[in-house]
């Protein structure tokens, strides 16, 4: 506790309190535990919205992903590193070196609602060229609108 005096003249006594530490270590643990899993990797795109596409892939997420963001015509990001169009099919190639797996090698393109049909279907040659064969398109489900009901 704070500090004892002893009856029979022991002089003072002094212990260290950790307990107010640990409290604001756990305060500290559980806000790092709840801000965490908000934060998104990559670069913010507004993706065009589909009612009928997949659940999310859960292969974009991981951090060895490949995916290739197109916020802005000829602007092009692959993960958070800004590159020209030219550099992207090297620079692919270098990531799907490290790749092992058949099944993980897959690349994500990211692309602004926007951008325009050409940057993307330009950028889907450059990463055919080196030989990927599974391409994945990201987009946003469309939430559906409160004010339509199933039967109108």
């Known amino acids: 506790m704070g500090m004892t005096t002893g009856a029979a003249g022991r002089g003072v006594q002094s212990e260290i309190n950790v307990t107010p530490m640990v409290d604001i270590m756990l305060v ?19 993706v065009p919205t589909s009612m009928t596409n997949p659940d999310v892939d ?27 169009k030219e550099e992207l099919g090297e ?5 799907l070196e490290k790749i092992k797996d058949e099944q993980d090698r897959i690349v994500f393109i990211k692309s602004g609602a926007g951008v325009s049909y050409g940057d993307v279907v330009n ?30």
């Open 123 to 152: 950028v889907i040659n450059e990463v055919r060229k080196v030989g990927v064969d599974k391409i994945g398109l990201v987009a946003d489900k469309k939430k559906k609108d409160p004010g339509i009901s199933a039967s109108s």
């Open 91 to 95: 620079e692919v190639r270098r990531m």
């Open 28 to 46: 500290l643990m559980i806000i790092f535990m709840v801000v965490t899993p908000f934060l998104r990797p990559g670069i913010a795109v507004a």
């Open 58 to 84: 859960p292969r974009i997420t991981r951090e060895s992903s490949i995916v290739i963001s197109i916020p802005n015509d000829v602007e092009y990001y692959l993960g958070k590193k800004r590159l020209r």
